[in-house]
């Protein structure tokens, strides 16, 4: 379990990071936290030839609150934002989410960007940004550009970001007034890949009915699945057990079509979600209500 | 006479953890000698191939690579590796031995199964090196599940033998025909255990070094029998036993398949030193150790219980089938233990148990933690729950009705047990350890008041109750030297290895009780062939026992030896002298003394003689050879609630009252038995290893086998009971495997009562909520070792078309993702070359062949897809049917995808996921193809 050889380079600014990159199209690999990538490279299945390391550019680490909302660099530690009291008031999914990633050891470690961009279908943030509506900010050689989170996954570990580029900072909206969110997962072990999980929003009207829901999956599709069936179900509904009930089974039937692998059978993810998705929004309207 | 304990049965600090939690305690992998040189190995990625070329000079002329070593090269030292444990005297007993050979001449038995040994001057480059060697292989058909290895026409893991037979085994007691015939009621049912690994922390690892001057091999191994290996290294290199050092110095834990002896690396690594004239290290990293290190707890039994109305046992029948492993060196430990401890507490007037053990393409199967141990004590705690049930009984009252009485001991179930010896259990008292247990638990209130309470409340709570007993302490032997030093500390001297049961502290407290000094005063040393010449090694919950009886011993003959010499020195009778603190002292005259250490120089003197028939020093050796072993025994109880929507499980609370005779020192033990709980939750609930047909381990990292980890094991209420053994003088028994015995049983137990309402049955273990939801749904369990996919597609394009689409080599190679190439070699034959990466996976080279068969055009073609690459290989079959559709042509296909290689230990999570996907873009790009074409 030792790495094939490959080249390291640590630059100091995003810049330079960039112009390793676009020098070694294609064969470099930017190096976050490290958390799947090393040891994918120890098993030699990821066998980069060079390696950028983006753990020594200040710039690219921190959380910021404004008036539209969080903005959070992407080299910024998952446990600096699990910690972090802006968060946990801008931002109570992305706090509630955290510490199902792992361990804290692992998200000493890991980081915010580095997850998103490695778009395990597994990894909590995705799911927790596409139901955030969060907008993540790309850099490359021909510029800055920004995208939809729902926009960024095209795929089984595949992202919208070209091979010379690089995930910066994510930008999450504050929170819609009268609005709620919870993350709930099922894994084996706290800290293990979930079998199943959801993240959800939910906004009332003044009527208490639900005016918007965005639904996110993880653990049982290709990458994060936003359950669009679901949250049409409740969306000008009154938030009544039944219409939660109806959303969860919309989720669980037509939503997905999860993988079955040795830790749970398709079936067994297709209950989970059901259960998992009537429990986050049940959750989260209780929120709301108390908002 | 030794004085009454002082340090025994005390909760003393361990001498050893200063040296462990400061990091200074020296492990196999911290020997960093002068030129030392790294091995890697060659490992087959196959469960059953024939390997009839193998090609390693390219491996040899990379920079850094120092040798490379096939089957071949070993010359006369390639040899099977000894039986390592004889069968016992069992009449009628069947037995073939095939025993494990240091690298694949012939063919590969099983996945990881050492092929070619590469060292160089790192392990980086030695693992590089590994992919310069090109092998040719050729598959065969895999011995995986145990009925279907001894159907007829089965293939053959050993062609020698005419079947995959390794052993059949029949013990009786009484009449079980009889018995059953008078029975009430007769439970009949099917158990499955399966198997899981140690995990120990640290892999296994092999340093050594030959000394050409002094002619002398060192070899450090993480061994739990170092003297066995010295003795069989010495012997199979044409040494002098006195010219082999073994070392096992601190191991990070054994749980049984260090004893495993003479694996492979163990017997190359020495020979590569001596061969090469450098040092040789060889660590097993973590992926080695799933398929090269040891396994255990495969078997199925067909079981019954025959029982009176009173729910007394008139006798037990058990049948099973034991999966030995591609190799079975370490004779029939296991499954005899199996046999015997199904027994358990009770009294069983009549009892037939048979086994057959059979080869498989898996991993060797020695003992772990428990060693066959808990799927006796399974089926028989599971088959009292099922009678208890049937004839309306509490549980704890069947168990009650069962117990055999304090009076019965010596108790013997005339069977042999795996020490060759009869089953006689040497004491015990059953019965008040499971009132201790049901108190503790509070098995009443629980039952009658809240469970029921919160049932109402849609919350679903079960306890489990189980009683077992343990073989422990059996011989054949160990020794021990005291020696009290020139400076009054004491040295003791053993040959058991030590992997963290705290030997320094539990011996070094029995022979300060005896010499009456301070136990932080007493030095242990374990494991080095230098040090102590004599012992077989640290399993079966025998070191305490065994060894630590010799300690007794010696350091009773040194305290005859210290009082002998006091005597002349003080010039006072013996029974005027006192022994306390390090001195020995004239009584009624505290001050006129003399120290251990002068004593000992006195009794080494430079001048003046030794007088004839005494011995310099104040040193003895002593041995312990126990006729037969001391048993154990215990009660688990448990709490647990589970979410039926989820099918996740929570365990509450875990009680375990224990005997294990008298206790040494009762914090180690009850670290043993916490620890043992979370081996045996693991194996309950979380740890599987998951084969699939073609003998290719699924979940083979910690991504997905799971150890349970600190949230998912409660802390163990503990109680203990102590019923000395009488076979030795302190009256010990063995505590190392118990807390893991039981853990199966009670949580099966506890998780069925709390689904009482869903009328769920368990008898299998290991569970997880996968299982428990297939038992939920009551659900046919789907296979889960092999991803199937299932589709349709339409073609837009007449039936012909598509047909004739399908069979060009410049089409299909556009439906084969990151195919590079693809030609026709032959009718229905296709080879090419396809890259292929995903997400963290850097895309590789795969040769990808193609087989058409069984074609009917234009309607349906079988086909099989090949591929090979530097992670691994795959195998697809597919049958396809093509029929004509309102826009075109329907396409159904079902294919069963298998992989082998790395990503088939460590790509499992995402199998499912990669199959559709490529098989969705492949659709997707033939019907463009058809699109251009049309």
Redesign the interface.
Known sequence: ?????FEYHRPGTVEEALAVLARHSGDAKPLAGGQ??I??MN??????AVLVDLNRIPALAGIRGSADGLRIGAMTRQRAVERDATVARDAPLVAEALPHIAHPQIRTRGTVGGSLA?????AELPAVMVALDATFDLVGPRGRRSIAATEFYT????TALAPDELLVEIAIPRPAPRSGSAFVE?A??????A?AGVAAVVALDDAGRCRAARIALLSV??GPVLARKAAQAITGESLTAEAIKGAADAAASQDIDP???????A??RR??VG??VRRALQRACERARSH | MAPPPRLVGKRVLRNEDARLLTGRALFVDDVRLEGMLHVAFLRSEHAHARLKRIDVSAARRRPGVVAVYTAADLGDYWRPGPLLVPPPPIPGLEFHACTQVPLVKDKSRHVGEPIAMVVAES??VA??ALADITLDVEPLAAVVDLEAALSRGAPLVHEQLKSNRAAHVIQKKGDYDAARAAAHKVITRRFLYDRGISAAIENRAVAARWDARAEELTVWDTTQAPIPIRNGLAAMLGLLESQVRVIAPFVGGGFGPKIMMFYPEEVLVPWAAMRLGRPVKWTE???ENFTATTQERGQVHDAELAVAKDGKILGVKDVFLHDSGAYDSYGLTVPINSQCTLLGPYDVPNYYTEFTAVFTNKTLVTPVRGAGRQHGVFVMERLLDFAARALGLDRLEIRRRNYLPPGAFPFNNEIIFQDSAPLVYDSGDYAPALEDAARMIGYEKFVREEQPRLRVAGRHVGVGVVSYIEGTGIGPYEGARVTIEPSGRVRVATGVGTQGQGHFTAFAQIVADVLDVPVEGVHVVTGDTREFNWGTGTFASRGAVVAGTACHAAAVAVRDKIVAVATRVLNQPPEKLELAGGRVTVKGAKDDGISYGALATRANPLRGAVKPGTEPGLEATAYYGPDRGSTASGVHAMIVEVDP????VEIQRYVVVHDCGKLINPMIVEGQIQGGVAHGIGNAF?EQL?YDDTGQL??A?F??Y?L??A??VPRVEIAHRETPSPLNPIGLKGVGEAGCIPTGAAFAQAVEDALADFGVEITEIPL???KL??LL?K?RP?K??VVVLEGSFVFAGPRAAVWDLLQDPAVLGTALPGAMRLERTGDGHYDGLMKVG?????A?EFSVRITLRDREPPARYGMIVEGKG??GFTRGTAQVALADHKSGTEMTYRAEVQVGG??AG?????????A??MTKQGLEALNKALAARL
């Open positions: 379990m030792k790495p094939a050889p799947s990538l040891p994918a098993f030699r299945l990821a066998r980069p490695h778009a395990d279908p597994a795929g089984l570990f595949t099922v084996r072990r706290h800290g293990d890949y079998l599709g290709d993988p079955g692998d040795i830790h749970a059978s079936a067994y209950q989970l259960v998992l | 392990r980086y693992e590089d990293d973590r992926r929507e989820t099918a996740m979380y998951v699924q979940n990292s991504m997905d799971l349970p980890t949230t998912d997880s909520p996968d939801f297939d749904k659900t789907k889960r070792n995903i997400g963290p996976v850097t590789a530097s992670f790395t990503i460590v790509g499992q999570r995402l199998l499912d996921s990669v559709r996907r």
